[in-house]
């Protein structure tokens, strides 16, 4: 939700005093104590957007560093993350798409799929998003791929920056290509650190089939059918369609050597469970071609002035968070005090299901996405003993909660994907808000009753 200026400073204030009452009134250890005022301090900042996203992650750096919160490798952690290398290289990628005119190309051709109305266009962006999911492991290169094309739709409909149209195509192709992919086995990183954990400590591997069975028809294709209506509601608008060239001009050698280019990366990284290549080192490999001297398809200009470095230092200082929560033992301690509250009983399912989303959803705050599978899952056999569910219950139950981000940093996809498409967080905060509502209060007990229909509750 965008906030006044003054509410939102006067929040990140409010955060910011928590954190140094932390410090004088300490409530842990001395070690924990201070990553728990830096974190308090970091996300009441990120939460409300009252300092620009990357200034709060050099901040979070600094005082790391000059207090002693965690060592060097766990702060500055994030760079050291494929994640980031993949961003980077994504976003060479977005430049080359846009400057070589190949992202208006392919903009100009799938708009003849949507037609010329406003849903049209919000739908057709999101379900190619989510249609994505199925065949692109990372929901990081899915953004990258997806959002130059929907800057191109969006200027090829006549939506100019800062309009509502500009915001809506923007949040159609970040959310669509993330939040409904929640529920598709391999799309999203939360996702393959729970199976991994789940297969490290307990031997339990989920199928493709039965996740996909499980949580889909809830939280993938409804979730897509509220988002949506909820775009188009929020931030309506009327598309002004550009008239196309009688005959569309012959692609440039530049654009065919792109294309070339993407093809093979999308091959590369649909097919990772083959050759096992890091989908961030096909990234780099590509940003290396387009900026190779001779080659070139994104000079040194374009580089200089069109890179968003401000999303990478952002996307480290968020990953560096969630590694100083693991890290110090907050996550666990955290975890660990919520259970000790939760009305787990056998013999109550949906008080046991309503708890279990609700303990995800809480951490995944803390922790961001990624970090509440890894806290959580250590916990899972204490709270099957203490449901009655059995073990691959409570672990599915997990996505209920990561998958409903109720703030945008929680995502770094999601953050990245508005940069590279040159909106503010706020936009993306008000509809993560109402999104969550919805899931919470419609999407939560029809997936209880999907979950009992199956036969796992």
């Keep these: 939700m965008k906030l006044p200026c003054s509410t939102a400073q006067l929040l990140a204030g409010a955060a910011v005093v928590a954190a140094l009452l932390v410090l004088v009134f300490p409530p842990l250890p001395p070690a924990e104590t201070r990553a728990l005022a830096l974190i308090i301090a970091a996300l009441g900042l990120w939460a409300t957007g009252a300092v620009p996203e990357h200034i709060t992650a050099i901040a979070f750096f600094t005082v790391a560093m000059l207090f002693a919160v965690a060592p060097p490798a766990v702060v500055f952690g994030g760079f050291d993350s494929a994640a980031l290398w ?6 060479v990628m977005g430049v080359a798409v846009r400057t070589t005119g190949l992202g208006e190309r392919i903009a100009t051709r799938v708009a003849r799929m949507f037609g010329t109305t406003y849903w049209g ?7 190619v998003g989510v249609a994505l999911g199925f065949v692109m492991p990372s929901s990081m290169g899915r953004a990258i791929l997806l959002m130059p094309i929907a800057l191109g739709l969006a200027a090829r409909f006549g939506f100019e920056r800062g309009s509502r149209g500009h915001t809506g195509v923007v949040l159609a192709a970040a959310f669509g290509c993330h939040v409904p992919t929640f529920s598709v086995l391999p799309a999203n990183l939360p996702n393959l650190v729970l199976v991994g954990a789940s297969e490290k400590l307990y031997h339990i ?3 493709y089939g039965g996740y996909l069975a499980l949580h889909f028809p809830i ?3 409804l979730k897509t059918a509220i988002m949506i209506p909820l775009i188009v509601w929020l931030w309506p608008d009327t598309p002004k369609p550009v008239p196309p060239a009688a005959r569309p001009p012959v692609m440039t050698g530049d654009e065919r050597w792109l294309a070339v280019l993407l093809t093979m990366a999308l091959a590369l990284w649909a097919t990772d469970f083959l050759h096992h290549i890091s989908p961030a080192w096909v990234s780099m490999a590509v940003a290396l071609v387009l900026l190779w001297p001779g080659i070139a398809l994104v000079k040194g200009k374009a580089f200089n002035d069109q890179i968003n470095y401000g999303s990478l230092f952002y996307v480290a200082g968020i990953m560096g968070l969630g590694a100083m929560v693991d890290q110090s033992g907050l996550g666990n301690r955290l975890a660990s005090a919520i259970l000790q509250g939760l009305p787990l009983a056998p013999d109550h399912p ?5 708890s279990l989303a609700t303990v995800s959803t809480l951490v995944s705050m803390i922790t961001t996405l990624p970090g509440a599978p890894t806290v959580l899952t250590p916990l899972a056999e204490q709270m ?6 059995p073990l691959d219950v409570v672990l599915m139950s997990q996505v209920l909660g990561f998958s409903n981000p109720i703030l945008p940093y929680e995502s770094a996809p999601l953050v990245v994907a508005m940069q590279l498409g040159g909106e503010r ?3 993306a905060q008000k509809l993560c808000l109402l999104l969550a509502a919805a899931t919470i209060l419609v999407l939560l007990p029809l997936d209880y009753g999907w979950w009992r229909l199956l036969g796992w509750l």
């Design 86 to 91: 993949l961003i980077f290289g994504g976003l």
């Design 121 to 127: 266009v919000i739908a057709g962006v999101t379900v």
């Design 205 to 207: 591997v989920p199928t």
């Design 219 to 221: 939280l993938g294709l």
């Design 350 to 354: 949906a008080m046991n299901f309503a």
């Design 384 to 389: 099957a003993k203490a449901s009655g569910l």
């Design 425 to 427: 967080l706020a936009a």
